[in-house]
């Protein structure tokens, strides 16, 4: 269903939630809606995560139910699965449909139904069940379009008001912040191709962030990626002062550094990284000196990302957030007052998989443990202000790398994009 992924995984997913559930509960999930640029003009579908993590099936209009049956912390489970029926006039215009056959045959649903009939489909599952869960406020758009015209889509919310439905993102985060190796496999597959597309784009001087950005699209796809994984950010010069700088329209200046945050997805799996390198080809010495302070502080960070370090996201971030402090000490930074949180304004890391920032709302206080998928990424942006030390004013570096948390060493999912100094500008010799 998912190249890299089993039938078998997907089922073993809704058993383990099923097991997580109330006895007699039900969750429901509903796919991403067609989401559209203007009138008939529509955007890249991306489905929703915790839809595509339970169920593999990658096409809009359909919602999923997993109905928990059997004993408490039985996984025991049914699954129905409601899907656009085939439509032969429909599918002329916009390609083929999976159908309800094969919600069943290649999906594994127990039962199916044409999600045009959500409502009626619906009403008895959610009246039978003691409990419901569901992330109903991020989903509303996508039920609502089945009972447009009359009182359904008003009933429908009443029904789930009064089984006082709950939440569900944080079964799914629990499950899904841990990474089975097939995951895992997939990870390592992006972090390769989009490793390989960074260093190659070292290789060439560019004139414009836009020609360097569409030069890392290609790269990414042709090498095996499905698409890109976010919104690139290619800032030359002062752009990387800005975090988000997503324009990436400007030109690209000698003497000036390129900082470019990208990654592609494959079978739905993301990597993030983040390389800085100068658009010359030759880092100038002041580059070079923040940028080894950086990346000394990104090493001993990564090295801490293991089961055995018995140590949080958090702390990592305390701990990266002093290395930087004193190496900027030793470069002549004044660090007194607010200096850390104009020079790195950002987390150290994040959670990553099937989203950018995987399991929303999960927290990076515990441990991390063997299984989790991890950004490291410092970086240092010196606003052009008297305050800073003159030869570093205006110069953003960041760099970031996507890691698998192991038991007694990390796995770095991005090692194939260059960082060290001599390698990058070996790639211009």
Same mark, same amino acid.
């Given at each position: 269903?998912?190249?890299?992924?089993t039938?078998?995984?997907?089922h073993?997913?809704?058993?383990?939630?099923?097991?997580? @559930?109330?006895n007699?509960s039900?969750?429901? @999930?509903?796919?991403?809606?067609?989401?559209?640029?203007?009138?008939?003009?529509?955007?890249?579908?991306?489905?929703?995560?915790?839809?595509?993590?339970?169920?593999?099936?990658?096409?809009?209009?359909?919602?999923?139910?997993?109905?928990?049956?059997?004993?408490?912390?039985?996984?025991?489970?049914?699954?129905?699965?409601?899907?656009?029926?085939k439509?032969?006039?429909?599918?002329?215009?916009?390609?083929?449909?999976?159908?309800?056959?094969a919600? @069943?045959?290649?999906?594994?649903?127990?039962?199916?139904?044409?999600?045009?009939?959500?409502?009626?489909?619906?009403?008895?599952i959610?009246?039978?069940?003691?409990?419901?869960?569901?992330?109903?406020?991020?989903?509303?758009s996508?039920?609502?379009?089945?009972?447009t015209?009359?009182?359904?889509?008003?009933?429908?919310?009443?029904?789930l008001?009064?089984?006082?439905?709950?939440?569900?993102?944080?079964?799914?985060?629990?499950?899904?912040?841990?990474?089975?190796?097939?995951e895992?496999?997939?990870?390592l597959?992006?972090?390769?191709?989009?490793?390989?597309?960074l260093?190659n784009?070292?290789?060439?001087?560019?004139?414009?962030?836009?020609?360097?950005?569409?030069f890392?699209?290609?790269?990414?796809?042709?090498?095996?990626?499905?698409?890109?994984?976010?919104?690139?950010?290619?800032?030359?010069?002062?752009?990387?002062?800005?975090?988000?700088?997503?324009?990436?329209?400007?030109v690209?200046?000698?003497?000036?550094?390129? @900082?470019?945050?990208?990654?592609?997805?494959?079978?739905?799996?993301?990597t993030?990284i983040?390389?800085?390198w100068?658009?010359?080809?030759k880092?100038?010495?002041?580059?070079?000196?923040?940028?080894?302070?950086?990346?000394?502080?990104?090493?001993?960070?990564?090295?801490?990302c293991?089961?055995?370090?018995?140590?949080?996201?958090?702390?990592?971030?305390?701990?990266?957030?002093?290395?930087?402090?004193?190496?900027?000490?030793?470069?002549?930074?004044?660090?007194?007052?607010?200096?850390?949180?104009?020079?790195?304004?950002?987390?150290?890391?994040?959670?990553?998989?099937?989203?950018?920032?995987?399991?929303?709302?999960?927290?990076?206080?515990?441990p991390?443990?063997?299984?989790?998928?991890?950004?490291?990424?410092?970086?240092?942006?010196?606003?052009?202000?008297?305050?800073?030390?003159?030869?570093?004013?205006?110069?953003g570096?960041?760099?970031?790398?996507?890691?698998?948390?192991?038991d007694?060493?990390?796995?770095?999912?991005?090692?194939?994009?260059?960082?060290?100094?001599?390698?990058?500008?070996?790639?211009?010799?």
């Amino acid at each position: 269903m998912t190249p890299g992924i089993t039938a078998l995984e997907y089922h073993k997913r809704r058993s383990k939630l099923a097991a997580s @559930l109330p006895n007699n509960s039900i969750a429901i @999930l509903a796919a991403s809606d067609t989401k559209y640029r203007s009138g008939a003009v529509f955007y890249e579908f991306h489905q929703d995560s915790n839809f595509f993590y339970l169920t593999g099936f990658n096409e809009p209009e359909a919602t999923a139910v997993i109905q928990k049956v059997g004993q408490s912390g039985s996984g025991d489970y049914i699954f129905h699965l409601f899907v656009r029926p085939k439509d032969v006039k429909a599918e002329s215009w916009d390609g083929a449909r999976s159908g309800t056959q094969a919600a @069943l045959d290649v999906f594994n649903a127990d039962h199916t139904g044409d999600i045009s009939k959500l409502s009626s489909l619906l009403s008895p599952i959610i009246a039978g069940a003691s409990e419901v869960f569901t992330d109903f406020s991020d989903t509303r758009s996508s039920f609502s379009k089945f009972f447009t015209g009359d009182s359904s889509h008003h009933e429908f919310q009443k029904m789930l008001q009064d089984s006082k439905a709950k939440p569900l993102r944080p079964f799914l985060n629990e499950l899904r912040v841990f990474k089975s190796e097939a995951e895992v496999a997939l990870m390592l597959s992006a972090g390769r191709i989009s490793g390989r597309a960074l260093t190659n784009a070292m290789c060439t001087k560019w004139k414009t962030e836009k020609e360097l950005n569409a030069f890392l699209d290609y790269q990414f796809k042709i090498g095996g990626c499905d698409t890109t994984a976010y919104i690139p950010v290619i800032a030359g010069g002062k752009h990387a002062l800005k975090i988000h700088y997503v324009r990436n329209d400007d030109v690209l200046h000698d003497g000036d550094m390129v @900082l470019v945050d990208a990654g592609g997805e494959v079978g739905g799996y993301i990597t993030d990284i983040t390389r800085t390198w100068p658009v010359s080809g030759k880092f100038s010495n002041a580059q070079k000196e923040l940028y080894n302070t950086i990346l000394d502080v990104q090493r001993s960070s990564i090295s801490l990302c293991r089961q055995s370090a018995n140590i949080s996201l958090d702390k990592i971030h305390k701990i990266t957030e002093q290395g930087l402090l004193e190496g900027l000490k030793q470069l002549g930074f004044d660090m007194s007052g607010n200096a850390m949180d104009i020079l790195f304004p950002h987390h150290v890391g994040h959670y990553i998989g099937l989203d950018v920032h995987d399991c929303p709302g999960y927290p990076r206080t515990g441990p991390l443990k063997a299984g989790q998928c991890v950004t490291v990424e410092p970086g240092i942006y010196v606003p052009n202000e008297d305050r800073w030390p003159k030869h570093f004013r205006g110069l953003g570096i960041r760099i970031e790398d996507s890691i698998c948390v192991r038991d007694d060493s990390p796995l770095v999912l991005t090692a194939e994009a260059a960082k060290k100094i001599e390698d990058i500008e070996a790639l211009r010799d």
